[in-house]
């Protein structure tokens, strides 16, 4: 996984301390693979285990795996094909974060009731994983209209959550169901692309999938496979600690 995908994968890990290291090895990153911790540290006025710590927090090894694995990406650029169902696949598995998903299956399993939401074919997959939650007999409600979501958000409360599925996390519809939830302090689970977008910034927790938007003769024919292997671990997860 690239740096720039760590950062956003254990962005809700990282502190202002974390962000300062973080920018400074964006603007001197030929440079920084070839210094020492030390160096890092005092050009960035901390000390080194602060520099070990956050190479920790990115996924990385420690500080020599970080430099070394930047080192690479400055010599090697990676880009994944759109077309290769595989890559998306493999990509997908990278970026699920274990930690995330016990978050979110400790909000699922404390809830009272779960609802879900999604537009077009985000819907059928919203069904889908109503469908596992209610393997176990979790209340769980799946709505496929504006008014009912919006009419369902308005008689319930913070001990319900709401789960957003959108690939581009700016579906207007899905936004305004998440704006109606933190009205009333229900907390969100959204699903979507890696990417940074609006519905990202209104969750309580964000789980990612790996599927860039793909269209053909005006057709959306973006592969959704990934939000399937997301949705399968989340379900596996969430029925062995239910």
């Keep these: 996984m690239r740096f720039e995908e760590r ?10 301390t974390d962000d300062q290291i973080i920018e400074y090895i964006k603007e001197h990153k030929k440079d920084f693979v070839n210094q ?17 710590r956050l190479s920790k927090k990115l996924g990385y090894d420690g500080f020599s795996h970080l430099k070394s694995s930047l080192k690479e990406e400055i010599e090697s650029p990676n880009v994944i094909p759109d077309d290769d169902s595989y890559s998306l696949i493999q990509k997908t598995f990278e970026i699920i974060d274990k930690d995330r998903m016990l978050e979110a299956v400790r909000l699922l399993n404390d809830s009272k009731q779960v609802l879900l939401f999604g537009v077009g074919d985000s819907s059928d ?4 994983m109503a469908r596992n939650l209610r393997v176990v007999s979790k209340p769980t409600s799946h709505h496929i209209h504006r008014h009912e979501i919006l009419h ?5 409360n913070h001990q319900s959550v709401l789960f957003l599925i ?14 109606k939830a933190r009205e009333r302090n ?25 599927a ?5 003769n005006g057709y959306n024919i973006t592969v959704r496979t990934p939000v399937m292997v997301v949705l399968e671990t989340l379900s596996q997860y969430f029925w062995s600690h239910y």
Excluded: W
């Design 7 to 16: 950062i956003h994968k254990f962005e809700y890990k990282l502190n202002d």
């Design 36 to 52: 020492s911790i030390q160096m890092v540290a005092s050009n960035v006025y901390t000390v080194p285990n602060t520099i070990t």
């Design 212 to 216: 860039p938007k793909k269209t053909k």
């Design 166 to 179: 959108s690939l581009s996390g700016e579906t207007q519809l899905v936004l305004e169901a998440a704006e």
């Design 152 to 156: 369902s958000l308005d008689q319930t």
């Design 125 to 128: 997959l919203c069904e889908m």
């Design 186 to 210: 229900i907390p969100i689970i959204s699903l979507t692309h890696f990417t940074k977008n609006p519905l990202q910034s209104m969750a309580t927790i964000n789980l990612y999938c790996y």
